[in-house]
């Protein structure tokens, strides 16, 4: 397993985390992956499927989530607090500004229309991070097929039954808790023997 990289200062960590969050439009998930695993390499793979399974699991944005969690493993509080403020500072500025001009510039059918592509966009994207993260869940304890069928049934619940997103994590994530714990246990049963 190689050894992973860590921020070097908590300026590194705010700068970072600040970079990250000006390359987001409608979603930085995409982004964080690439960034937090391939380049800074302070992430596996895997650790970043597990923080962003627990990140969704959390009240507020998976990716505001993400950083206190990271910031903290690396800092602690300070580290967390520093983490979010990388996250949160020049994305308020932007959409201070924005909110200034946007009885004039915003209100124009030409940026309606460039917005809603946008969400195209970032759809693309979290598609494209779901398929580049597919080859971790070979290496979690549930394994590759049983976390395809809980893909499937999430994506069945959300896209054609609608059910709330409370339900969804309440039953098809309970089952995936409860299909880790079985597998887990089976995997100490047979570490003992």
Do not use: Y
């Not at 990250?20 to 800074?40: D, I, K, N, S, Y």
């Not at 009240?59 to 979010?84: E, H, Q, W, Y």
């Not at 054609?160 to 089952?175: E, Y």
């Amino acid at each position: 397993m190689a050894v992973l990289a860590q921020p070097r200062s908590l300026s590194h960590l705010f700068w970072a985390f600040s970079w990250l969050a000006l390359q987001g439009f409608g979603g930085v998930l995409a982004v964080a992956q690439r960034e937090l695993v391939e380049r800074l390499n302070w992430m596996s793979r895997e650790e970043f499927v597990e923080t962003l399974a627990v990140a969704q699991v959390l009240p507020g944005p998976n990716i505001v989530n993400i950083s206190l969690m990271i910031g903290d493993r690396f800092f602690g509080l300070r580290g967390a607090l520093v983490a979010l403020a990388g996250m949160m500072t020049f994305p308020a500025v932007i959409v201070l500004v924005l909110a200034a001009l946007s009885t004039t510039w915003l209100a124009s059918p030409r940026m309606t229309g460039a917005l809603r592509g946008m969400g195209a966009v970032s759809a693309g994207l979290i598609l494209a991070t779901g398929f580049k993260l597919l080859p971790s869940l070979s290496r979690n304890p549930v394994g590759l097929m049983p976390g395809l069928v809980l893909a499937a049934l999430v994506f069945g619940a959300t896209v054609w039954l609608k059910l709330p997103l409370f339900w969804i994590v309440l039953s098809v994530g309970g089952l995936g808790m409860a299909l880790a714990l079985i597998a887990l246990k089976r995997s100490r049963a047979g570490a003992r023997a």
